[in-house]
């Protein structure tokens, strides 16, 4: 077929289809990747032969046809499917698409199918649902997926995450059109519209028109009457269609439909006519409509002519399903009502440790310990707690800058310990960003980092031990497969109605869809760090509420929480800037005194009081919950406080003079702040803060200089190919190298040497698509004859050196090009000056969400973005 023939194939009978033009332009170059995909629900009806019967057009144009058991979508659309079920209805649902294929005289030899879950519960497909998720209103995946979720009046946070999943599968999947039917065109535009900004290409999209039901409406598994089942007997198919409408004055119902969008595709597939039980032919439906219409053609006829045909049809099912495997398997997959399974109710929690050490602290001690300076009373549960094995849970966001509010938990985390408790510290990255994206996806990991090692400076500063302490990230576990599945059966049990109660009053935009998924990760954190008691600024005690409901939906128990104390701004006017606001953990002494001195602090006023809060909330916390106000003998000497009380009435009685006050607070803080600073500067902390808080790019005045090497040198000289290690071994007389034989689309795989043995281990090597360099001129290694370079990110400390990979989906052979800089490759690089490759690579590095670029330009092949596993702001060579 040419091009044309197969672009009019594939759009045969389509309702609608979305960027033609990029289909053209593909089938020019290669075939064309679709996929379509079913959520795994309901049993697949008669309508599902109305998609086949396009896969069968596909598949005749060439096309490569991936069919997607959406089973992590089922799921998330209001629960249809249980989960314990899901597994049986995905082979049932494989088992049955075969059958009705295989029914209509389709090969599937060429035919994929992919299980959703295979990849969907993956790091980084949970890694891209999250940046998604901070990019995305509440509104507009509501709105995206009107048509498709079902719409209730208490609706589930998953029905909004199911619009973005469907548009990440393309992605995922390497396909360059999405087909499905014309009820998913709010997703596919969705689609368009959102993976551009997650830095992926857009993709085109087939629409199939919708198949009235039976009797009115759309054709639904859940409605008996308006469906005919694929393993309906033949007296049940003549009772549904004979009762059907199928009336010349609505020639648009369900048995005019499935004559137009299934009998006459299949047997024009057959080379056949369309005779009826009257004898009358017809090649065409536009050749029967106009006869129905005018009465030429009763619907008695045509009923009883589709009755014969579809019964054909589906024997071939039938016969298929009589096996004992596949009955049984459909008796799994859907089980009587009596039989279907029940809510989780097993615990599966994480094991904790026993208990420490704790001779001669009573109970009533500890609890004294677990109760000072919080924001709320003890609660009941706490007893209990302290006697389970104590594991305290500290969850911190990492917004801005780490002020010294954080030495006010520092110090309740010193009680924590104290009392017996072992302490687990949470620098929650990704929740960071999803709180309206007041973190950079790419930093976020890197302010965790450094708000821990500044936690971990204070408490040493402090002599509080870290024997008993754990420090974590929450991208160290939250887009692990365990965590992601929990996550969602939770946004499949919650209501975005409960998630709103907590999210208002604790996230900073809580329109966005990241909000909605916010309280459901917090809960989360209390499963996966072990920890039987939460302790959190008080700012998040509408959480307990949430928490306490929802773990039990993902078997575990709720926790005990406990609230601190939160500081207030330290100015009562709004803030020209956020830094004026608070007092940054390592601030300069010039800086603190300055905002000590403009912070509000108004005589006698104790309703708001930054700088008695700052005592309240840090210093008496810190140095043992007493405080000593330095006064000269002329204005009545020193005044020792043991209380915050006594301290508050003083000022409150203008005993206390502002001024004193602010002094006394001055040299304390300069006591706390002093030795964190002095650790803050040491070089490898000096280095994870400017990965934090990278400086702005410098402005430059005039045209800016160009990369080195690149006046002359342009990347479509490079011949960058997709290969396939086919073979590994290691060098006979080099042990740091590998010989690889690599297939990249030539008649022979081409022989490449790489010095990648301490990096890379040999079963990893094996079958690994790769990026070659494959216009080098052949040189020998070591003896060896290497005629290529497989192109990686290295960086040098700590050393690390990772193969750049092709988009998925891409072929052997298929080639590399930079976005924009589109041309023929040299035959040979010219190469000839020692430091020629050098700066011809100089400009090509891995950007902040680890995809491969030259001077900020995407490295990229037909399907997608090359990038690479880990390695960000790395050189690539």
């Known amino acids: 077929m040419t091009p044309a023939e197969q672009l009019k194939l594939i759009k045969r009978q389509l309702d609608e289809v979305i960027g033609e033009d990029r289909i053209t332009a593909v089938l020019k170059e290669r075939p064309l990747k679709i996929y379509w995909g079913t959520a795994t629900t309901g049993k697949p009806h008669i309508a599902y032969f109305v998609p086949m019967t396009k896969i069968a057009d596909f598949l005749k144009a060439g096309c490569e046809v991936t069919v997607l058991l959406a089973d992590l979508h089922a799921y998330l659309d209001n629960m249809k499917a249980?989960?314990?079920?899901?597994?049986?209805?995905?082979?049932?649902?494989?088992?049955v698409i075969k059958a009705m294929l295989t029914a209509i005289g389709v090969s599937i030899d060429k035919l994929k199918f992919v299980q959703g879950t295979s990849y969907q519960l993956g790091s980084k497909f949970t890694e891209d649902v999250y940046k998604l998720s901070s990019m995305v209103t509440e509104h507009d995946?509501?709105?995206?997926?009107?048509?498709?979720?079902?719409?209730?009046?208490?609706?589930?946070?998953?029905g909004l995450l199911y619009p973005g999943l469907q548009a990440l599968d393309e992605e995922y999947l390497g396909v360059d059109a999405q087909f499905g039917g014309v009820d998913q065109r709010k997703i596919f535009t969705y689609a368009e519209k959102y993976l551009p900004k997650l830095g992926y290409q857009k993709r085109a999209h087939l629409m199939n028109p919708m198949v009235p039901g039976l009797t009115g409406g759309k054709?639904?598994?859940?409605?008996?009457?308006?469906?005919?089942?694929?393993?309906?007997?033949?007296?049940?198919?003549?009772?549904?269609?004979?009762?059907?409408?199928?009336?010349?004055?609505?020639?648009?119902?369900?048995?005019?439909?499935?004559?137009?969008?299934?009998?006459?595709?299949?047997l024009q597939g057959?080379?056949?006519?369309?005779?009826?039980?009257?004898?009358?032919?017809?090649?065409?439906?536009?050749?029967?409509?106009?006869?129905?219409?005018?009465?030429?053609?009763?619907?008695?006829?045509?009923?009883?002519?589709?009755?014969?045909?579809?019964?054909q049809l589906l024997s071939h099912i039938r016969k298929e399903f009589e096996s004992p495997e596949l009955q049984a398997l459909t008796a799994k997959a859907y089980p009587p009502p009596s039989e279907m399974p029940t809510a989780i109710t097993a615990l599966s929690?994480?094991?904790?440790?026993?208990?420490?050490?704790?001779?001669?602290?009573?109970?009533?001690?500890?609890?004294?310990?677990?109760?000072?300076?919080?924001?709320?009373?003890?609660?009941?549960?706490?007893?209990?707690?302290?006697?389970?094995?104590?594991?305290?849970?500290?969850?911190?966001?990492?917004?801005?800058?780490?002020?010294?509010?954080?030495?006010?938990?520092?110090?309740?985390?010193?009680?924590?310990?104290?009392?017996?408790c072992r302490v687990t510290i949470l620098a929650d990255d990704i929740l960071s960003h999803l709180d309206a994206s007041q973190v950079p996806w790419e930093l976020a990991?890197?302010?965790?980092?450094?708000?821990?090692?500044?936690?971990?400076?204070?408490?040493?500063?402090?002599?509080?031990?870290?024997?008993?302490?754990?420090?974590?990230?929450?991208?160290?576990?939250?887009?692990?497969?365990?965590?992601?599945?929990?996550?969602?059966?939770?946004?499949?049990?919650?209501?975005?109605?409960?998630s709103h109660l907590v999210s208002e009053k604790v996230v900073k935009d809580p329109n966005l869809l990241s909000a909605l998924i916010h309280p459901d990760m917090m809960s989360l954190d209390e499963k996966y760090s072990g920890a039987n008691i939460r302790y959190a600024g008080c700012k998040l005690s509408p959480l307990s509420v949430f928490s306490e409901k929802v773990l039990p939906l993902v078997g575990a128990q709720p926790r005990v929480h406990l609230f601190g104390q939160e500081m207030p701004s330290l100015l009562s006017r709004a803030a020209l800037?956020?830094?004026?606001?608070?007092?940054?953990?390592?601030?300069?002494?010039?800086?603190?005194?300055?905002?000590?001195?403009?912070?509000?602090?108004?005589?006698?006023?104790?309703?708001?009081?930054?700088?008695?809060?700052?005592?309240?909330t840090i210093i008496m916390p810190m140095t043992g919950d007493s405080i000593t106000i330095n006064r000269s003998e002329e204005h009545g000497g020193d005044l020792v406080f043991d209380d915050h009380a006594s301290l508050k009435d003083s000022f409150k009685q203008k005993i206390l003079h502002p001024g004193d006050l602010k002094n006394s607070v001055l040299g304390y803080l300069k006591q706390l702040i002093e030795p964190i600073r002095k650790a803050a500067e040491a070089p490898a902390m000096k280095k994870i803060q400017n990965q934090a808080y990278p400086p702005p790019p410098k402005k430059t005045k005039g045209p800016q200089k160009a990369a080195a090497g690149s006046e002359e040198f342009k990347p479509s000289q490079f011949n960058m190919l997709v290969g396939k290690i086919v073979e590994i071994s290691r060098h006979p007389d080099a042990e740091s190298l590998y010989v690889e034989k690599?297939?990249?689309?030539?008649?022979?795989?081409?022989?490449?040497?790489?010095?990648?043995?301490?990096?890379?281990?040999?079963?990893?090597?094996?079958?690994?698509?790769?990026?070659?360099?494959?216009?080098?001129?052949?040189?020998?290694?070591?003896?060896?004859?290497?005629?290529?370079?497989?192109?990686?990110?290295?960086?040098?400390?700590p050393a690390a050196c990772e193969p750049i990979k092709p988009a998925p989906g891409s072929k052997p052979g298929d080639r590399v090009i930079v976005e924009g800089n589109e041309g023929e490759p040299d035959a040979e690089l010219k190469t000839k000056k020692s430091d020629a490759l050098t700066k011809m690579l100089s400009g090509f590095k891995t950007d902040g969400s680890c995809k491969a670029t030259w001077n900020s330009n995407l490295l990229v092949t037909s399907t997608g973005p090359v990038t690479v596993a880990t390695l960000k702001n790395a050189p690539i060579k």
Request: proline share 4%; aromatic share 6%; glycine share 6%.
């Open 270 to 311: 057959q080379g056949k006519d369309l005779t009826l039980e009257d004898g009358k032919t017809f090649k065409s439906f536009e050749e029967l409509k106009p006869a129905f219409i005018e009465g030429k053609v009763s619907g008695e006829v045509l009923k009883s002519s589709l009755i014969k045909f579809l019964n």
């Open 219 to 266: 054709m639904s598994s859940s409605e008996i009457d308006s469906k005919i089942d694929l393993l309906d007997s033949a007296e049940a198919v003549e009772r549904k269609l004979s009762n059907a409408t199928c009336d010349p004055s609505e020639p648009d119902n369900g048995v005019m439909a499935f004559v137009n969008y299934v009998v006459f595709p299949v």
């Open 82 to 95: 249980p989960w314990e079920l899901i597994k049986f209805r995905t082979q049932y649902y494989e088992a």
């Open 577 to 616: 800037t956020p830094e004026e606001e608070y007092i940054e953990l390592i601030e300069q002494e010039s800086q603190l005194k300055k905002k000590i001195k403009s912070a509000f602090c108004e005589e006698g006023n104790v309703d708001f009081n930054p700088v008695l809060s700052l005592v309240k």
């Open 141 to 158: 995946a509501l709105k995206a997926g009107a048509e498709v979720v079902k719409q209730i009046d208490a609706p589930a946070q998953s």
């Open 445 to 498: 990991p890197h302010r965790a980092t450094y708000f821990l090692d500044l936690i971990k400076s204070a408490m040493i500063a402090n002599k509080i031990p870290l024997d008993n302490v754990t420090f974590v990230k929450g991208s160290d576990y939250q887009k692990s497969e365990a965590y992601a599945l929990d996550l969602y059966r939770l946004t499949a049990l919650v209501t975005c109605k409960e």
């Open 349 to 420: 929690e994480p094991v904790r440790s026993g208990e420490l050490s704790l001779e001669g602290l009573s109970l009533e001690n500890r609890m004294s310990l677990m109760g000072k300076n919080l924001s709320e009373s003890v609660p009941k549960g706490l007893s209990a707690a302290m006697g389970d094995s104590p594991h305290v849970l500290w969850s911190l966001p990492v917004y801005g800058r780490a002020n010294v509010a954080l030495l006010g938990h520092v110090a309740k985390i010193r009680d924590f310990l104290a009392a017996g």
């Open 742 to 797: 690599i297939d990249v689309g030539e008649a022979e795989p081409r022989t490449i040497v790489s010095g990648l043995v301490k990096f890379v281990k040999e079963e990893e090597m094996k079958d690994r698509m790769v990026v070659v360099l494959a216009n080098l001129k052949a040189s020998k290694m070591r003896g060896v004859t290497s005629a290529g370079m497989v192109l990686c990110a290295s960086v040098a400390e």
